[in-house]
């Protein structure tokens, strides 16, 4: 159990720029979650995924989000044309995949954009 | 949706002392109550949880309650020591729909 990794950790991009982040969750973990967080703020849902169908996603989640998690393993968040407001910490957690359980955080990806 | 509301946002207490922390959600479908510790430039940490059917449960200075008629739970940290300084979150869980409050952030000051 190596625990959730997040790449990159900084990332600084301009304005209408596009992003990627990268998350690998615990192995054998058949859930991974995306959450946003901004400063003051607890974490809010963005989507999960139950392996590689993505079952829900927030309406926080305008069309310039997209996520993917081609072969039930890592994901990746790909935010398109970049907005200031789009600076926040990005999130990444996984579970087991029996719902309403304890999720395992990743570090972060935090997002800056001029 | 759920909607989970925590207070205090800032409590500062004197090591040795003890910290409570209150939750209320709104709703009554939600049956995990988890408590997270997220400290500067991590990400948030399990410290604890409880589910619906227990109403309280308690691992070594750390505590939660849990009020179901009410709508609310609460965190009870005792002994507290200066690395129990950070920010911690409620969260309230149903039908996999996880909503976190505000955040508290805790400093315990030696």
């Known amino acids: 159990d190596t625990g959730v990794s997040q790449n990159p950790r900084h990332k600084i991009t301009k304005r209408g720029q596009n992003v990627t982040f990268r998350c690998d969750p615990i192995s054998e973990h058949n859930r991974l979650y995306w959450y946003r967080q901004t400063l003051g703020q607890g974490p809010e849902f963005l989507t999960y995924f139950q392996n590689e169908a993505q079952l829900e996603k927030s309406r926080l989640l305008s069309d310039r989000f997209s996520a993917e998690r081609p072969k039930g393993s890592f994901s990746t968040l790909e935010i398109q044309r970049t907005e200031q407001g789009d600076s926040a910490m990005y999130l990444c957690a996984s579970s087991r995949g029996q719902g309403n359980e304890k999720l395992f955080f990743g570090s972060g990806t935090q997002l800056s954009v001029l | 949706g759920e909607n989970v509301e925590q207070h205090p946002s800032t409590l500062s207490v004197q090591e040795g002392d003890s910290a409570v922390i209150k939750c209320t959600y709104s709703d009554s479908a939600s049956n995990y109550f988890p408590w997270y510790k997220q400290e500067l430039g991590k990400g948030p940490q399990l410290i604890i949880d409880i589910r619906s059917n227990v109403g309280e449960k308690k691992d070594q200075r750390i505590a939660v309650t849990l009020n179901k008629t009410a709508k609310h739970f609460s965190l009870h940290i005792t002994e507290t020591q200066p690395e129990d300084s950070a920010v911690y979150f409620c969260?309230?869980?149903?039908?996999?729909?996880?909503?976190f409050g505000a955040g508290t952030r805790l400093t315990v000051k030696p």
């Open positions: 969260a309230a869980s149903s039908n996999n729909d996880m909503r």
